[in-house]
């Protein structure tokens, strides 16, 4: 392949601009905000899932005070009741009467019971409630720190993008500058080695960094300037200049 001196050494401008197109989508793919990010994003998805169940298991709670609490009521309503009627003098025969206070006894004894199943499920309920609006104050840090993280994250994609952007405005200066052809060579050796064109500097490669023997200098010395040469190495296209050392 043939391409004149002046177009080969622009392939070294494109290499160098390629270089740092690749820097910056390494640097794009390992933000230190991404691993934050997915951190942050599975604490908060765990705390959602604990409000939730919290929350869940102080509802129950509430339900079965509520019934409890009820029960209580109906017991005592009872009570009130058979207490009226003894009150009343209604009551005159000695058996129903015995039989009244028994039953008065021991739906007050019943009214006791249930009064302190009431205290358990409320103490049961009080810190559940706790525990609900500990996690929910856990997982709202979360979200707002989560928040902070994907802000500096779109920060940092944003500065990356304006620079690529940047970058590859100059590039496609560059590659109006080169040959269809050799550009197309230049294209499937980046794809192949990451880099597509190196200098040969001080009789050394840049792209594997080995010294030519010094048959291969010879063989590059004799070849027309315009001949596309490569590294028999790394197979990079090798680039001539005044700093070659021919």
């Known amino acids: 392949m043939k391409a004149a001196p002046e177009a080969q050494k622009r392939l070294l401008d494109?290499?160098?601009l390629d270089s740092v197109i690749d820097r910056l989508a390494h640097r794009r793919r390992t933000l230190p905000?991404?691993?934050?990010i997915d951190e942050r994003s599975k604490a908060?998805?765990?705390l959602s899932t604990q409000v939730i169940e919290?929350?869940?298991e102080a509802g129950d709670l509430a339900r079965e005070q509520a019934k409890a609490e009820s029960d209580v009521d109906a017991v005592r309503t009872r009570a009130d009741r058979d207490q009226k009627r003894l009150d009343s003098g209604a009551v005159t025969s000695p058996r129903d009467l015995a039989s009244l206070q028994s039953e008065i006894t021991s739906l007050h004894r019943r009214q006791g019971d249930l009064e302190e199943v009431v205290l358990e499920i409320m103490e049961r309920r009080e810190a559940a409630d706790t525990k609900v609006t500990d996690l929910v104050a856990k997982r709202d840090e979360?979200?707002?720190t989560l928040s902070t993280a994907?802000?500096?994250r779109?920060?940092?994609l944003s500065e990356i993008e304006k620079e690529s952007g940047e970058v590859q405005g100059r590039r496609a200066g560059v590659v109006g500058d080169i040959p269809a052809d050799l550009l197309k060579l230049y294209e499937k050796l980046r794809e192949q080695y990451g880099v597509g064109a190196a200098m040969l500097h001080g009789g050394r490669c840049q792209g594997c960094k080995v010294a030519l023997s010094i048959a291969e200098m010879n063989r590059i010395k004799a070849a027309p300037h315009d001949e596309v040469l490569r590294c028999e190495e790394c197979r990079r296209i090798l680039v001539r200049t005044?700093?070659?050392g021919l």
């Open 14 to 16: 494109l290499a160098e």
């Open 33 to 36: 905000e991404l691993a934050e």
């Open 44 to 46: 908060f998805a765990r």
């Open 54 to 56: 919290a929350e869940t």
């Open 142 to 144: 979360e979200r707002a």
């Open 150 to 152: 994907e802000d500096r």
């Open 154 to 156: 779109d920060a940092a």
């Open 242 to 244: 005044a700093e070659s």
